[in-house]
């Protein structure tokens, strides 16, 4: 968002005009403004974990591709990221649907929650396939690995493509409409019944 010109009349012989300064994503504002104990810091540590492993998925799926270091252990490596993601984003995504959608949907908004919610589905998929494709390759690791990079590759822009939408979109768009008093307190007390994969100090 840029900051326009309204209210610089009469500023003429003042001197230089304030610069209007770097334009933040609402997830930086969220990230430098949300309480410490704030039940939406989990959700935003799981997306920060989720994010590091999909990025780490990329580079060994990198590696594999470009004969990288030993094909066995970035098979192994792959499987196991594949794993920690699959793990995170079950834990994760449940936690939206039970303890965000449904206050949504409540309040009359089913657009976000629907689409996000399909969107978990897929992600279900993908990374089934991918912990398969993974183990198969482990046990013939010369076989054609194309599947594995479609997966992964698949995987990988859902999870950034997701995570993008729900800390610029759905999370201000939560704080925006949860406001009547001892909503966070019920988001909360859902929250605390699903493990989670990671500690609020993911960044
Ligand atoms: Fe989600
Ligand atoms: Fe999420």
Redesign the pocket.
């Given at each position: 968002m840029t900051q326009g010109s309204q209210g610089d009349g009469g500023r003429k012989g003042r001197g230089p005009r304030s610069s209007p300064g770097p334009t933040l994503s609402p997830s930086v504002d969220l990230d430098r403004n949300l309480p410490l104990e704030h039940p939406l810091r989990l959700f935003l540590a799981e997306h920060a974990l989720m994010r590091r492993l999909a990025d780490e998925l990329d580079e060994y799926c990198s590696r594999l591709a470009r004969n990288r270091g030993n094909r066995i252990e970035n098979l192994a490596k792959i499987r196991g990221l594949a794993l920690e993601l699959q793990s995170a984003s079950r834990a994760h995504?449940r936690r939206?649907e039970e303890a965000l959608f449904g206050q949504l949907r409540a309040r009359g908004v089913h657009g976000p929650p629907d689409v996000?919610e399909t969107e978990?589905d897929d992600f279900d998929q993908l990374e089934a396939d991918l912990v398969r494709l993974a183990a198969e390759l482990q046990l013939a690791p010369q076989a054609d690995p194309t599947a594995l990079f479609q997966a992964a590759s698949s995987l990988i822009a859902l999870s950034r493509s997701?995570i993008h939408r729900?800390n610029e979109v759905l999370f201000p768009m939560v704080l925006e409409l949860f406001t009547r008093d001892g909503i966070w307190d019920e988001v909360q007390r859902v929250s605390d019944t699903i493990p989670s994969s990671t500690s609020e100090d993911e960044s």
């Open positions: 995504h939206e996000l978990h997701h729900e």
